[in-house]
């Protein structure tokens, strides 16, 4: 198994433009997250899914858009990219979305906006 | 609302000391987990342990230790003989019924050779 992978590791925006991260997994997990990762801040949640067809927002959705067409994709798209949104993000995922369950990380994506 | 605090920001030990590092949680739920990750230099997010509100029992694996006391809202990890490969930022998460994930800030521990 290959768990949670996220494409690229490293992308350098300029202010305005849009991408999105990539993140798949191989484990069948039900729930997937996007988290993003700010100095002295821990993770923040953006974007949540509990299955395919469903999303839902995090803590810190604006600026960000996802969709699940299937279970093992969840990619994150950024509309117009701010350096406010210069960050680490990590793609997570688990079994199911109940609370008992621990979640699985890819490796991360570091974005700079410039 | 769930809340975890790491009030450690940063940690510096010599190798083979024993450490400690902090979290204290506060939810209104009874029912809810407890979870600690390790990031490592390399970045990824490893996880460590989780703890349902439960079960009090400490919990050892090998040179980790984890206690949990709900008197005092606290899931503190010790780190039994430091070594320098343990140096890595320690996340404590909360999850309840029905909430997503909280992660707290984070503690930065440096074990020095």
């Known amino acids: 198994n290959a768990g949670v992978t996220q494409t690229p590791k490293f992308q350098v925006l300029k202010t305005g433009q849009s991408m999105t991260l990539q993140c798949a997994q191989d484990?069948?997990?039900?729930?997937m997250s996007w988290y993003r990762q700010d100095p002295g801040m821990g993770l923040r949640l953006i974007h949540y899914?509990?299955?395919?067809?469903?999303?839902d927002q995090g803590e810190v959705p604006n600026g960000y858009n996802v969709s699940r067409s299937t279970t093992e994709d969840f990619p994150l798209r950024l509309l117009s990219a701010a350096p406010s949104q210069t960050s680490v993000y990590f793609c997570?995922?688990?079994?199911?979305?109940?609370?008992?369950?621990?979640?699985?990380f890819g490796p991360g994506t570091r974005l700079t906006v410039t | 609302a769930q809340k975890v605090t790491q009030a450690q920001t940063e940690i510096s030990v010599v190798e083979k000391e024993d450490v400690t590092l902090d979290c204290v949680y506060e939810?209104?739920?009874?029912?809810?987990?407890l979870f600690w990750y390790k990031q490592p230099p390399s970045g990824e997010l490893v996880f460590l342990i989780r703890?349902?509100?439960?079960?009090?029992q400490n919990e050892i694996s090998g040179r980790y230790s984890w206690n949990f006391q709900k008197s005092t809202s606290s899931f503190n990890f010790t780190i039994t003989a430091s070594q320098v490969v343990d140096s890595a930022v320690y996340f404590c998460?909360?999850?309840?019924?029905?909430?997503?994930?909280?992660f707290g800030p984070g503690t930065r521990l440096s074990v020095l050779p």
């Open positions: 703890r349902n509100s439960f079960d009090e």
């Open positions: 899914s509990v299955g395919a067809g469903i999303t």
């Open positions: 997570a995922s688990s079994f199911s979305g109940w609370a008992s369950y621990e979640q699985y």
């Open positions: 998460a909360l999850s309840v019924v029905g909430q997503n994930f909280v």
């Open positions: 939810t209104r739920d009874t029912t809810y987990y």
């Open positions: 484990m069948n997990h039900e729930y």
